[in-house]
Structures are given as structure tokens and as C-alpha cells.
């Protein structure tokens, strides 16, 4: 029978091996994962009481392709235990205020006819990106005293890329000139228009639990299609023979024999396949922002109705503040109001930040009463956060995957472990995507091997 390893149990590994195994039901599809558990960070909480905390990411939605969607949701659809979303409610604070609509800022007719844009060839990191979209008014007296909060550098320095993983754009109506536009362009011709569009729905688990949950449902439905896992089975060595990997060997020094490889574990951990000195160079230009995560039970409800809040005010620690009870409909709020609070970023992290500063802040900003009294309060700590990326990160990158694309037949690279791919919904559509076309092209001998 013809072995599948599929490497890394996060979210990503988690569809390509369901994939793989739902297409190839002959074949031995095992998922290889270094920890205890699967799922990544949204396999983990916090727990209190019978009241869950997310790690990861906090709502997990729709992503329009109807067949992964089915794998992910169909369950969950049909379950009185799931709150079904129709729209995610985001707010946002800044300059001191909260707004529960996003877009207070950067929205006025003032906004719209500003024509400062920076004509540029060169528009690759951060700071050069917002002067071409959005001018520098904008990016001088809100872009950038707000990403700086989250920055362990100068965002020069930086690819603009990365800009997106803190949603700064939800501080305008605009999504900003494109290379289509010159720089005299008015915002005005660049506003955001959902007339028509769809929005996927999300679901969040009731009574108490969290996120987790889901991933505990999606290994179910892996297991009972035949997937196997390994655990704990940390890759130390790939033996090949010519030009195709023929096996795994693990920390614990068992062998672990396979006919392909699909690779969705983080870009950082393909130091096992590439050459030594492009994956030195990768990390010098690539880190990891370090987030701490502060979970409450406060006594009383929120002040506002928002799902989640993303602070963009330089001078509050917080980030993104989620408030479970406003998308949970949980029957459980006799117990108290759930709220995490992430913290990013080297500025906000220099000091220690104790949970009663943060709940004064949460007071200050608006989102409790003054009243409000933290019944239960912990941390979390998460090294492996957003990537920042210096430039020439990218494109050192995809030199290295495009190299063992190029060197390792029996290898497929995806998800996580493709450069630029970070967020969950991405990482699900392209792992997914690529999986689809490996058995179309590639794999269709292997169900009678």
C-alpha cells in the first residue's frame, strides 16, 4: 500500500490528509506532527470553569469553495451547539475612540478627495506601500504611529506584506490607489463597495466552549475516513535515494518509511530538506512576533456589542480584544463574560503588563464598566505569532521551496510552508487547492500501487 506522510498537524495537515484520504481511500494517508496535539495554536485553550479561552484564531468562517466547506462545516451546521454568524461584527479603537462600525477615521469627504500619493516604482515595504495606496496624510497621522506599536523594528525595514497581518486598512473606507491609479487619483475612487458580495458565514461553538472544539470535531471526522496520526514525532533527518525521499527518521530514532511527502508545517521547519545556509539566510531576514494573551471572566456585560475590537491607539497595549458572549450565544452568562486580550509586539512587551492593567484599560477604552471586576484572569504566552519580514524574505523563500520543488520529486509543499501564506482561511484554500491538483496530475497511480 502506498504511503502519504503529510507534515504538520495544524489546520493545514488537517485538510490535506482528510483530501488525500477522501480521494485516495487506498492509500495509507498519516499525519506526522511534532507536538502532543493537533491543530496548531486552534487546538488549544485556556480553560476556566466550564468557560474555554482561544489561542489561535477565534472564528472560524465559510471559505467559499463548496467541498472544503463540507468537510469543515457540515457537521457544525446541523448542531444545535453551534451559533451560526451571518456577519462577524468588528470594531475598532483609536484617537481615543471606539467605534463599533470600523471605518470612522479615514471616512470623511475631506478623506476622499485627498490626491497625495506617492508615485513610486518601488513600493515594496510598508512605509513606501501606504504613501502610493493612501497618500501621506494618512499614512503620517494614522498608519504609521499605529503599526509601530507592534513592530520590534523600523517599518522601512519591513515588506509590505506585513502591514496586512495587523488590518490597519479597517482604519479607512478605502482599499487604496492600485498600480491602475495614479498618484493624483482622489481615495474617493478607491472606497469599498460590498454591494452584492457574500459574506461567509462563521460559527462559533455555545455553552461555554471554544474554538477548539472544532478541531476537535474535524480529527474526528480525519480519523473515522481512515487517516492515521503520529504524535510526538519530530523530524530530524529525511533519508533520500536520488532524487526522492524514502524516509522519515524521528527524535525518538524510529524510521518512518513513505512514498510522498506533503509538507503544510511552518516554512521554518523545512531546515531538515534545504540547504543549511539559504534556510541561515531566511532566518535573518524572517521572525516571529511574540503575543501575549491576557483571558478574563468579568462580572458584568460588555459595553459593547462588537465580536471583536482591534486597538489601533498607540498608546493602549492591547491589539485585538475578542468578547465571546457577543457571538456565543452561550446560556452560561450567569457565569461571567469571557474577553482575551492579545498583546503584540517587542514596544508593549518590553515592560511586564499585569491584568489589572489591562482591565483598567479595557475601562478606559470603553469596553467594560468602570464597575467591572475580573472574576477569573490568566495568561498565555505565544512565541510563534505574526511573521515579520524583512525585505528579501519572500523571495528567499520561494528560492527555497522552488529549489526542493525542483531537487525532491516525491515532495509537495504547501500551506503553511509556502512563503506568504499566514492566516488560517488562506492556508485551508491553498492546501486544499494544491492537494486537489497533486492527485489530478500525480497521485491517481498510487490508489492501485
Same mark, same amino acid.
Given at each position: 500500500m502506498t504511503t502519504i506522510a503529510v507534515v504538520g498537524g495544524g489546520i493545514g495537515g488537517i485538510v490535506a490528509s482528510y483530501t488525500l484520504k477522501k480521494d485516495l481511500p487506498n492509500c495509507n494517508v498519516v499525519i506526522i506532527e511534532g507536538g502532543s496535539r493537533l491543530g496548531g495554536l486552534l487546538g488549544m485553550s485556556a480553560k476556566f470553569?466550564?468557560?474555554? @479561552?482561544?489561542?489561535?484564531?477565534?472564528?472560524? /468562517?465559510? %471559505?467559499?469553495?463548496?467541498?472544503?466547506?463540507? *468537510?469543515? @462545516?457540515?457537521?457544525?451546521?446541523?448542531?444545535?451547539?453551534?451559533?451560526?454568524?451571518?456577519?462577524?461584527?468588528?470594531?475598532?479603537? @483609536?484617537?481615543?475612540?471606539?467605534?463599533?462600525?470600523?471605518?470612522?477615521?479615514a471616512s470623511s469627504e475631506a478623506v476622499d478627495a485627498l490626491r497625495d500619493g506617492v508615485a513610486s516604482n518601488n513600493s515594496d515595504d510598508i512605509i513606501s506601500n501606504y504613501r502610493r495606496r493612501f497618500g501621506n496624510d494618512l499614512t503620517d497621522s494614522i498608519f504609521l504611529p499605529s503599526i509601530k506599536k507592534f513592530l520590534p523594528c523600523a517599518p522601512e525595514l519591513l515588506e509590505a506584506e506585513v502591514q496586512r497581518y495587523f488590518a490597519?486598512?479597517?482604519?479607512?473606507?478605502?482599499?487604496?490607489?492600485?498600480?491602475?491609479?495614479?498618484?493624483?487619483?482622489?481615495?474617493?475612487?478607491?472606497?469599498?463597495?460590498?454591494?452584492?458580495?457574500?459574506?461567509?458565514? /462563521?460559527?462559533?461553538?455555545?455553552?461555554? @466552549?471554544g474554538v477548539a472544539k472544532w478541531i476537535e470535531e474535524l480529527v474526528t471526522k480525519t480519523r473515522k475516513i481512515g487517516v492515521d496520526f503520529k504524535l510526538n514525532s519530530k523530524i530530524t533527518k529525511v533519508i533520500k535515494s536520488g532524487d526522492e525521499i524514502?524516509?522519515?527518521? *524521528?527524535?525518538?530514532?524510529?524510521? *518512518?518509511? !513513505?512514498?510522498?511527502?506533503?509538507?503544510? /508545517?511552518?516554512?521554518?521547519?523545512l531546515g531538515v530538506l534545504a540547504n543549511p545556509k539559504d534556510m541561515k539566510k531566511l532566518s535573518e531576514l524572517y521572525a516571529r512576533t511574540r503575543i501575549q494573551l491576557f483571558h478574563f471572566v468579568f462580572d458584568?456585560?460588555?459595553?459593547?456589542? !462588537?465580536?471583536?475590537?482591534? !486597538?489601533f491607539d498607540p498608546n493602549f497595549a492591547p491589539y485585538r480584544i475578542t468578547l465571546y458572549e457577543n457571538f /456565543?450565544?452561550?446560556?452560561?452568562?450567569?457565569?461571567?463574560?469571557?474577553? %482575551?486580550?492579545?498583546?503584540?509586539g517587542h514596544g508593549n512587551l518590553e515592560k511586564p503588563i499585569d491584568n489589572e492593567e489591562i482591565v483598567n484599560q479595557l475601562k478606559l477604552m470603553g469596553i467594560i464598566s468602570l464597575e467591572a471586576t475580573a472574576l477569573y484572569s490568566a495568561q498565555t504566552g505565544v512565541l510563534n505569532g505574526f511573521p515579520l519580514r524583512k525585505l528579501g524574505a519572500y523571495k528567499q523563500g520561494r528560492d527555497i521551496v522552488e529549489k526542493l520543488g525542483k531537487s525532491i520529486n516525491n515532495l509537495t509543499l504547501t500551506g503553511s510552508s509556502e512563503p506568504g501564506v499566514f492566516f488560517s482561511n488562506d492556508v485551508m484554500i491553498k492546501t486544499f487547492s494544491c492537494v486537489k491538483a497533486l492527485y489530478k496530475q500525480e497521485l491517481t497511480s498510487f490508489d492501485t500501487a
Open positions: 470553569n466550564q468557560q474555554h @479561552f482561544d489561542i489561535g484564531t477565534h472564528i472560524p /468562517a465559510q %471559505t467559499k469553495v463548496d467541498e472544503l466547506d463540507s *468537510f469543515l @462545516f457540515s457537521d457544525v451546521c446541523r448542531n444545535d451547539d453551534w451559533n451560526e454568524i451571518s456577519r462577524i461584527k468588528g470594531g475598532h479603537y @483609536f484617537n481615543g475612540k471606539l467605534d463599533a462600525t470600523h471605518h470612522n477615521v490597519l486598512d479597517r482604519l479607512s473606507e478605502h482599499t487604496g490607489r492600485s498600480a491602475e491609479h495614479s498618484a493624483e487619483t482622489p481615495l474617493s475612487l478607491t472606497r469599498i463597495d460590498l454591494t452584492g458580495k457574500k459574506i461567509p458565514l /462563521a460559527f462559533y461553538p455555545k455553552n461555554g @466552549f524514502e524516509n522519515l527518521v *524521528f527524535e525518538s530514532g524510529e524510521i *518512518f518509511d !513513505c512514498d510522498h511527502v506533503v509538507w503544510t /508545517a511552518p516554512i521554518e521547519t458584568s456585560p460588555y459595553k459593547t456589542n !462588537c465580536h471583536y475590537i482591534n !486597538c /456565543a450565544s452561550n446560556e452560561y452568562s450567569e457565569n461571567g463574560y469571557r474577553c %482575551t486580550v492579545e498583546v503584540i
